[in-house]
């Protein structure tokens, strides 16, 4: 066999580092295995990429996720064939729905190694391709910095996406032509369009109740002003959709609530709406199907109309809209106030109200708290500005790693994790990676002990209150969960709270110091 090997530094693996770094994509999570080694070599010797072990793919992209949304910007991610990208799915899902940039590089093995079916060989593309915007196998060394450019171009095109790269080992190792690595063709956002906002005009002035639905880049603090400008000026009411990538909040920015994840409490919101005004969200539905419940909250008659869809501009969308009736941005009322710290029994309640006086300036939460955390906007919109990112997909395991990417993305900002106990076990792996990383991540855990979720489900669709079977696979009480000691054996200093007061002293405590700590919340 020929020996088609590059040279270190001219193979197709430098090619792939050195297009990325063309691009700005400088932040790579990895978990590699022997297929990707020749890309590994290649990020050795490209030292202006920083590279990120997780020690479990769902961490990798849901790390990538996190950092995506921060930065708007894309990061790598390194995984291992089909199964290992398989492994990290359920995050993918999570940042497709999100829109987040990325750019996953799958390695495989060589192409001259496939027809011989090794243990590791699947059809990568048909794994990839329900949970990626893009997908590009890697035809040969001289493919690499086309490929990778496409990627990126695919990633940060409007609202963003995720493009998946398949590369064969071979068109790692071999030689790549010595040429200047090739550019993203980057696009900006869609124009508003003056027939939609003519549209969205009249409805606002027709008298009706109205509520403006938004998500995306409307959901930052100057658009979102603008949208309250809009609706002091028509009546209507500012509403995100139930998940959201990202939002601004806290004092001195829009007070603005999520439809409920409950479907009467999602179907009560809307209750008597006569128009909906969408600006990059879509129509509301309910999370599941219920039985003798409808698929959608909004009610019969309501008129849907479209602003601005999730590729425009919807910052324009909304001050082409502001524009056209005469709605200029004012003071912002004054949230509700937070209560005074709570003492005593130690509930998803107190907790909140503790975040919210608590809180440091420019934080990032990072919320996967499921049940416990359904009222938390109540008790922060009065809290320190901050951001506000959560579980888009519905695929539970993403809070921790998020947590990874957002403080890799933003080190000088506090980033604060509310995480249910049982999606935390799916990637708890991240808590190494924060412990590695020295990342600066308040972990709060829910600690409840069970899938409270599915309790409240099982009651939802009609099927009854849990019974010995039932409770076996949705509690897991027996043998309790230690975070303590599960953090601490990753590297994280962690302590446990069961009263309202332990958990203001300790929370108190986390915002004061920098570096990984965890707090079990024993609700």
């Not at 910095?145 to 190792?173: F, K, Q, Y």
């Not at 906002?197 to 603008?226: C, E, F, K, N, Y």
């Amino acid at each position: 066999m020929t020996d088609t090997t590059g040279k270190p530094g001219e193979t197709g693996a430098d090619a792939l580092c050195d297009t990325l770094l063309a691009n700005d994509v400088n932040v790579c999570f990895a978990n590699p295995g022997t297929s990707e080694m020749h890309f590994v070599a290649a990020l050795d010797r490209k030292q202006q990429m920083r590279c990120v072990l997780g020690l479990f793919e769902g961490v990798v992209t849901g790390a990538a996720d996190g950092y995506a949304r921060m930065t708007g910007r894309p990061a790598a991610t390194l995984l291992h064939t089909g199964p290992g990208l398989a492994n990290s799915l359920a995050n993918m899902h999570n940042a497709r729905r999100a829109f987040s940039p990325m750019v996953n590089v799958v390695g495989d093995h060589a192409a001259y190694h496939l027809p011989y079916d090794a243990a590791l060989t699947s059809d990568i593309e048909s794994l990839a391709r329900p949970m990626s915007h893009f997908v590009r196998r890697i035809a040969g060394p001289a493919d690499v910095s086309p490929a990778t450019a496409e990627a990126v171009t695919a990633a940060m095109r409007a609202p963003g996406g995720v493009s998946t790269l398949i590369l064969p080992a071979d068109s790692a190792w071999g030689a790549a032509p010595q040429t200047a690595p090739a550019k993203a063709r980057l696009r900006t956002p869609t124009a508003a369009d003056p027939d939609r906002i003519a549209a969205a005009a009249d409805t606002l002035r027709s008298g009706g109740r109205t509520v403006i639905l938004m998500t995306g880049q409307a959901l930052r603090a100057a658009p979102l002003a603008t949208a309250q400008a809009i609706a002091d000026k028509t009546g209507a009411r500012i509403m995100a959709q139930q998940a959201n990538a990202r939002i601004e909040r806290g004092a001195g920015r829009a007070n603005v609530d999520r439809i409920p994840y409950p479907v009467d409490q999602a179907i009560a919101a809307l209750k008597d709406v006569d128009n909906i005004i969408l600006v990059g969200a879509t129509s509301p539905v309910i999370f599941f199907a219920y039985p003798d419940k409808p698929s959608t909250p909004v009610p019969d008659g309501c008129k849907v109309t479209v602003l601005a869809d999730p590729g425009d501009d919807l910052p324009a969308a909304l001050e082409a809209l502001a524009e056209t009736l005469g709605a200029v941005p004012g003071p912002i009322s004054p949230a509700p106030a937070i209560p005074d710290l709570a003492t005593g029994k130690l509930t998803p309640e107190t907790i909140a109200i503790t975040v919210g006086h608590m809180l440091p300036e420019n934080a990032i939460i990072c919320d996967e708290s499921i049940t416990s955390g359904r009222d938390f906007f109540r008790f922060t919109h009065d809290a320190a500005p901050h951001d506000w990112l959560n579980l888009t997909g519905g695929a539970i395991g993403v809070g921790l790693p998020l947590s990874v990417g957002a403080a890799i993305a933003c080190p000088d900002r506090k980033v604060v994790n509310l995480q249910a106990d049982g999606s935390a076990m799916y990637t708890n792996q991240a808590l190494w990676t924060m412990a590695r990383e020295q990342l600066d991540i308040c972990v709060v855990i829910f600690a409840n002990q069970r899938y409270a979720i599915l309790h409240g489900e099982l009651k939802g669709v009609g099927a009854g209150v849990a019974g010995e079977n039932a409770r076996r696979i949705l509690d897991f009480d027996a043998p309790g969960l230690d975070f303590v000691q599960l953090a601490g054996s990753m590297g994280v200093e962690a302590a446990r709270a069961e009263t309202a007061e332990q958990f203001t002293d300790l929370f108190a405590k986390a915002m004061k110091t920098r570096g990984p700590f965890l707090i079990e919340a024993m609700i």
